[in-house]
Every structure is written in C-alpha cells, then in structure tokens.
C-alpha cells in the first residue's frame, strides 16, 4: 500500500528551483533514504512534506489524501512526524515536557475544563503523563524526564527528539540527518535503534543522511537527488554502483578513471 | 507531601490574605491602603503580561491599549445618570449609555470581555508577526486606541475625560481579582495547554511539526492576557476616579513592562513581589524629586527622578539576574516543603559536629 505520494512535486524559490518534478512513492512500513550533495533539495522535500513550504507545482498525498498546502499542525495531526537536520527542542522545558507536548495534539478537553481541572481533564492528563513516561523508557530516556532537554548531551537530544516526533503517534517518521554528529559506534546503534523503532512503533520511515554507512546498512530503498532532480533510485547496490551517483558525489573525472 | 495537605495549605494561605486584607481595609491608613490597591491591579496587569511575554514569548506593548478598553467600558457603564449629565461638556453622550448604570462586577467583567474581544480582532492579524515586529504592531494599536478615545466625545467625553467614576475599588475587589488572576494563569500554564504555549516560546516551527496550532494558541494567550488588562484597567478606573486618554500612554505599558522583567519573564512568584516592590519604590522614592543634598554636592528638584531609579534597577536586572529577582525560584508547597527539608536536615548536620 502507498502510504506518502508525491508527484511530479516542484519547488521554486523566485528564480531558483529548489526541487524539481520530484516523484516518490512510499510503501507502508519500509525504510526508505534520501541521499544527495549538499544543497540538492533534500530538507526541502521534506519541508514541503510537513507543511512548512507549500510546494509550486503539483501534490502530496498522504493515505490518498491530498495534503498539499495545509498547515504543519494538521499534517502533524494526519499522522506524520519529523526531526531536525539542527536538532530543535524546547531547550528550557524538562525532557518530559518535550515529549507531552508531542502527546497534546490528541488531547480533546478543552481551555476551559483545564483550568478548572475537570475530572475529564485530569483523566486525560495523567494517561498523557502515563504515556510519555511509557514511551521515555522504550526509548532509554526515562532517567532522565525531570532533566532540562538543553542540558542533555548531543546524542541523547537526538534521541529525545524522536521519541519526541513518536509521541504524537505517526505513521509516517521523517528523520532529517539522525546521524549528523555523530562517531561510528553512535551512528551503528542509531542504525540499530531506527530498526526498533519501525518494528515497535509499527511506523515507515523516511531519512535523509549523509553518512553511507547508515544509509547502506538501513534502507532498503535510496533516492539520489542532484540540484534538485532525481538521478537515481533503487536498492543499496544499485545505488552505490551508479556511475550518474559518483559523478554526482565525487566529480566527473572519477566516473572516467 | 499529598494533594490534600497541599489543598489545606492553600486553604489557610487564602484565609490569612483575607484576614490581612480585613485589617488593612480597617485599619491601615488611606494611603497605604491606596499603595496596595495599585500593588494588587499592577500584580492583575503584570502577571498578564508575562502569561503573554513570559511563557507565550510574543512580545506585545498593547497593554495599555487593552487597560484603556476596560477602563473605559467600566467608568461608563458604573457612572450616575446625573454625574453624566454634568461632564459631557463638548457633546452630550450617546444613548443608551446616556441612562446605563449597572453594577460595578457586571461591568468590570464586560471591560475585560471587551478587551478580549478586541484582543482576538487585532490578534489575528498582528500575532503573525515575531518579535520587535509584533511590539511595534501592538504598540501602533494602543496608540490607535487612545486616539479613538481623545476623538469620539460623545462617548468618552473627549480630552476631558471622565470625572467622578464611583471609587467601588476597594482591596476586597483588587485582591479578589489578583487572586482569581493568577489562579487562572498558573492553571493554564500548568496544563497541556501552558504547555503548548511554552513550546510555541521555545521554538515556533518545533512546536507547529509537533501539532501545535500556532494561531489558535497564540491568539488564546493573547486574549486571556487582554481580558484580565481590561479588568486591571477597570480596577483602575475606578480607584483614581478620573481617566482621561492620557492616562493610558505607552508609559503605563512600559511600567507593567519594568515589573514584569524585573520579577522574571515566565515566573509569577516573582512578578507578585515586583509588582508591591514597584508600587512601594515608586511612591516611597517621592522625596528624592524635592531636591537632596549629598556630602559634596545637592541635587535640584528633578520630577521624574524616580524613574531614573528604576532605569539603573532594569539595567541591573537586565545585567546581573536576567531571570528575574527570584532566578529560577517558583513558588510551590512542594518546594517550600524541599527547602524545609534542607533546612532541617542543615542544622541537625551542625549539631553533630
């Protein structure tokens, strides 16, 4: 079953084409890569994707949905999470917070009935509780909830910040350079972690990374973007022997010698 | 300790203000009661602020405006037939507020019910903007709104102002209603709600990938925040007894503005203290504009040195403790009971040794 579609998606910035007649079909639960040079368009697919930038041409379905245009907190709510290339957490709310509020978008008491702490509020708050606390243990954070997110090191904020896109229940999880800064053992139990998670939390995942060990060892399917266009798709080995890839990557003379 | 200890707790907490506000009504003399009316409607204005800038993050200078609002709807709706029959001097007023006179609690609740309604027009368009942009924006409607206020004579009595609004002000009204405030505050910002608010603070694009509807919650902070300024400006309106269109300028937003920052952005407790500190400094820094004489040298009669006192006390704030006067200290009987404890447990240490 196709779970995200894209078709033939462009993005142009005034002159400049940022994203060009992109095309993607995502099937439900797999792990799919997205890889290119610096500047290819990558983050911008994914902006496009949750809403933050409404692409020019063209649309997005998610579940035969047409998605396009609308806001990031409806696409959040449609069921589809992200992460940050430059992680971006409430620094100066506890790590418990983080998550709750990933959890708040389901909430359905109102302003009204929270202020004056009507047991209905009150039973919802504590399963919202009683699940964030859940999921930080499933996610090796729990000891540290009532610690400020600012405060954790980098790896950790990493992980906080996909529990904390998990806390709002999606189908889909767009990871934006999980790997960025990270050393091999880091990045090698990263690869082990994404695993997990796709199994345990039943999600497809969609990431972007620029470090080929992870991207190798964890998608079963990669996409190749240069200045905005797709130059190639297929499975790992196909990918990695692709002479339009390594010219991409490495330069021309490379592809020749 | 428990949900119901902390509930007596709070319990004895209010019964002790209303005995100190029973004594101070009775006892205390005019002038002390009038500085803690305006320590209560500044505690009223202040922590309102800060549920805007403090834990919203959306810097606003329209307070006044909203104060203005508030002020007005109550002075005219609390005003005697016969009283109004006397000031309108330029024009007479229009009906039906020429024969309205309600009692004062209906209308300082339809102030405030004012200004949210003006909180949510203006806020829809203006809360798009970020930053310096959005103060400027609300800063520009305050003004709108006193300009309103000096040019439709025939409802605010123009320039002139109002004169003679009933002083129904009283520490029970103050006190009851900065109570009620931040009461209402502290709920929402403790609830999945605050929580949002805060993380639109935080990170704005985070908060929006991760469900938050910036507008809707934005705009919601900016009302609450506008409807108990509207009953703060009522509180006011009918302490002073006479408003006019200037009594509303940008200075009164920026006095909200120095007790909210000194008191710490996103901490009540500290705001509660600012706003007495404030209000006691002010009027007890008096003398210093009569002109004093140091060792070697003497100071003329400056109006308006107070204010510099305040300047160098933002300046140190903003310098020295930028988290307000009480860093990160929020009061709770928890963290009373945890600094008991440490207390305790400091002094048994001593005795051993």
């Not at chain 2, 309600?102 to 209308?107: D, K, L």
């Not at chain 2, 300082?108 to 103060?135: C, K, M, S, T």
Request: proline fraction near 3%; charged fraction near 15%.
């Amino acid at each position: 079953m196709t779970l995200l579609k894209l078709n033939n998606v462009t993005m142009r910035f005034g002159g400049l084409t940022a994203v060009d007649s992109f095309k993607l079909a995502l099937k439900k639960g797999e792990i799919l890569g997205l890889i290119g040079p610096n500047g290819a368009g990558k983050t911008t697919v994914f902006n496009m994707i949750t809403g933050i930038y409404s692409p020019t041409k063209n649309s997005i379905y998610f579940r035969d949905e047409n998605i396009t245009g609308l806001k990031p907190d409806i696409i959040a709510k449609k069921g589809i999470a992200r992460t940050f290339q430059n992680i971006r957490l409430l620094d100066n709310l506890t790590v418990l917070d983080n998550v709750m509020i990933g959890v708040h978008l389901h909430l359905k008491s109102s302003l009204f009935s929270a202020i004056l702490r009507l047991p209905g509020y009150v039973r919802e708050e504590k399963s919202l509780y009683t699940k964030s606390i859940n999921l930080l243990e499933r996610v090796e954070l729990g000891d540290f909830a009532y610690e400020k997110a600012g405060s954790l090191p980098y790896g950790k904020q990493r992980k906080l910040e996909i529990a904390r896109a998990l806390a709002t229940n999606p189908e889909l999880l767009l990871l934006d350079e999980p790997a960025a800064g990270m050393n091999p053992q880091e990045s090698q139990e990263l690869v082990n972690f994404i695993r997990q998670l796709r199994d345990q939390f039943n999600v497809t995942i969609f990431l972007i990374e620029h470090d080929m060990k992870v991207v190798m060892g964890l998608c079963e399917r990669i996409l190749v973007l240069d200045y905005g266009v797709t130059i190639a798709e297929g499975i790992p080995q196909e990918i990695q022997n692709n002479p339009e890839v390594i010219k991409a990557y490495l330069g021309v003379d490379v592809v020749n010698a | 300790m428990n949900k119901k200890k902390e509930q007596l707790l709070t319990l004895i907490f209010v019964i002790l203000l209303a005995a100190l506000i029973w004594l101070a009504q009775n006892y205390f003399d005019k002038y002390l009661i009038r500085i803690l009316n305006l320590g209560f409607i500044y505690v009223i204005l202040a922590v309102s602020l800060n549920l805007l800038f403090g834990f919203t993050g959306q810097f606003s200078l329209g307070h006044a405006g909203f104060m203005a609002i508030g002020a007005y709807t109550t002075s005219l709706l609390i005003l005697p037939v016969s009283q109004k029959e006397m000031i309108y001097l330029i024009e007479p007023i229009i009906w039906p507020l020429s024969i309205l006179e309600i009692p004062f609690i209906i209308a300082l609740l339809l102030g405030g019910l004012f200004a949210a309604i003006a909180a949510i027009l203006i806020g829809l368009p203006v809360l798009r903007l970020r930053g310096d942009y959005l103060g400027i924006a609300t800063l520009g409607f305050a003004e709108i709104i006193r300009v309103i206020a000096n040019n439709i004579p025939q409802v605010t009595n123009g320039a002139l102002g109002l004169k003679g609004v009933p002083e129904y002000t009283n520490l029970w009204w103050s006190a009851g209603f900065a109570v009620v405030t931040v009461f209402v505050i502290k709920r929402l910002i403790s609830s999945s709600y605050g929580r949002a608010l805060m993380a639109i603070r935080e990170n704005e694009i985070a908060a929006e990938t991760i469900g938050v509807n910036l507008t809707y919650h934005k705009v919601m902070s900016f009302t609450i925040s506008a409807f108990f300024a509207g009953i703060g400006g009522g509180l006011l309106a009918s302490l002073l007894t006479t408003i006019d269109p200037r009594t509303f300028m940008m200075f009164l937003t920026f006095n909200v503005l120095i007790v909210v920052v000194i008191g710490g952005l996103g901490n009540l407790t500290g705001t509660i203290i600012s706003a007495f500190l404030f209000n006691f400094t002010l009027e007890y820094l008096r003398p210093i504009e009569n002109g004093f004489s140091l060792i070697f040298f003497s100071v003329p009669k400056i109006p308006g040195l107070r204010m510099v006192v305040f300047s160098i006390a933002l300046l140190l704030v903003i310098l020295f403790k930028q988290k307000g006067i009480l860093g990160e200290f929020e009061f709770s009987w928890q963290r009373i009971a945890q600094i008991k404890n440490s207390l305790i447990s400091r002094t048994s240490e001593g005795g051993e040794l």
